[in-house]
Each structure stands twice: as C-alpha cells, then as structure tokens.
C-alpha cells in the first residue's frame, strides 16, 4: 500500500512555502501519493509545489502519484502546459 499525504484545503502563494516543506518531508519519509481532495482554495502556486514534489519524488527514485486533482486545478494545469508532468490518477 502506498503511503499518501494530503494537501489540505488551501495550497496558494501565502501557504506555498510552508506545504512544499511539509511535503518534501512526507517524501523523504516514503510517501508516493498526494491526496488533493480537501483542496479548495489554490493558485498557479500549487502547481509549482505539485511539480517540485514529484521532482522530489524522482530524486528519491520513485514517483508522486497526484490524486483527487480538483478540475479547476487540472484546468488550470492544462493552460499552462504542465498537465502531463502531474501524472494525475483517480
């Protein structure tokens, strides 16, 4: 079984910093999905903490499995042209 971390349900530029810490350790620790269904509340910002978690992930050998994206989210991933780096599952 997986091991899985949540993103909570705000992920923009004020909380970007502290969730890409907090995130870098669930990987250091083992975990290979993030759960995003509490998301509510996010920016281009939780783009860019999705794509240096998985960048992480990689490092470590592994891979970040992106669940539960919010479709505003993986709209908005779209129009920036990173929606194939997210690796998104259901």
């Known amino acids: 079984m997986s091991e899985r971390f949540a ?6 530029h004020e909380s ?4 890409l ?3 870098f350790a669930q990987i250091s620790a083992g ?3 993030v759960d995003c269904a509490a998301l ?3 920016d281009s910002s939780a ?8 960048r992480a ?11 539960n994206l919010p479709p505003a989210l993986a709209s908005l991933a779209r ?4 929606d194939t780096l997210l690796h998104e599952r259901h």
């Open 7 to 12: 993103t909570g349900a705000n992920l923009t």
């Open 79 to 82: 129009a920036y042209g990173v």
């Open 21 to 23: 810490s907090a995130g």
């Open 31 to 33: 975990a290979t999905a």
């Open 57 to 67: 992930a990689r490092e470590r050998g592994t891979s970040l499995a992106v669940l």
């Open 47 to 54: 783009l860019a903490v999705l794509i240096a978690w998985q």
């Open 40 to 42: 509510t509340q996010f």
């Open 16 to 19: 970007a910093k502290a969730a």
